[in-house]
T-cell receptor, first 115, second 112 residues
Framework: GAGVSQSPSNKVTEKGKDVELRCDPI?????LYWYRQSLGQGLEFLIY????????KSGLPSDRFSAERTGGSVSTLTIQRTQQEDSAVYLC?????????????FGPGTRLTVT | GDSVTQMEGPVTLSEEAFLTINCTYT??????LFWYVQYPGEGLQLLLK?????DKGSNKGFEATYRKETTSFHLEKGSVQVSDSAVYFC???????????FGSGTQLTVLP
């Protein structure tokens, strides 16, 4: 079946512009996670959703970052006024639930380059 | 907070050599432990996992045992293949959200 998909696969933007990154989770998966993979910071957790709710936004790097999820499915990560340090690969993962035995399935990522 | 420390890379081995990649963790609760693999040009894939102390995860000839007394989850394989060349990440999940905390990754290259 279809896995987690993300779009765009690559995004080059100018410093100061806003970007939107999209994640389509596996159908029926209630939990959705956003991570960032960068050279300096490795793989870091940003935010998760259970259904449409994001109970804890403390992992977001700054208030320029926001995320939403609608219909318990698609999620969008928005970065406002992008900075060069936002350049990274943004990964989305979904799982059937939050319990420890549910595997997280990762998408291919969106490579963001801020020039 | 939670953290994962894994062996620095890169690691280069000849085909059929024995592989060990060390991983230790710090967690406040009772985490589940994972090894993820990222093949060139591909996304992260779960390789194996263990959810409680003394559990052994295994897949594709790789093994790792959850050692609570040493807070370790070392990855081993008895005979590596060229196709095992990839980046390996040790990770834990803890807390109500079960988000993953990753180690820095270890690049493995296997030469024929």
């Amino acid at each position: 079946g279809a896995g987690v998909s993300q779009s765009p696969s690559n995004k080059v933007t100018e410093k100061g512009k806003d970007v939107e990154l999209r994640c389509d989770p596996i159908s029926g998966h209630t939990a959705l996670y956003w991570y960032r993979q960068s050279l300096g910071q490795g793989l870091e957790f940003l935010i998760y959703f259970q259904g449409n709710s994001a109970p804890d936004k403390s992992g977001l790097p700054s208030d320029r970052f926001s995320a939403e999820r609608t219909g318990g499915s698609v999620s969008t990560l928005t970065i406002q006024r992008t900075q060069q340090e936002d350049s990274a690969v943004y990964l989305c993962a979904s799982s059937a639930g939050l319990a420890e035995f549910y595997e997280q399935y990762f998408g291919p990522g969106t490579r963001l380059t801020v020039t | 907070g939670d953290s994962v420390t894994q062996m620095e890379g890169p690691v280069t081995l000849s085909e059929e050599a024995f592989l060990t990649i060390n991983c230790t963790y710090t967690a406040t609760g009772y985490p589940s432990l994972f090894w993820y693999v990222q093949y060139p040009g591909e996304g992260l894939q779960l390789l194996l996992k263990a959810t409680k102390a003394d559990d052994k995860g295994s897949n594709k000839g790789f093994e790792a045992t959850y050692r609570k007394e040493t807070t370790s989850f070392h990855l081993e394989k008895g005979s590596v293949q060229v196709s095992d060349s990839a980046v390996y990440f040790c990770a834990l999940s803890d807390g109500s959200a079960r988000q993953l905390t990753f180690g820095s990754g270890t690049q493995l290259t296997v030469l024929p």
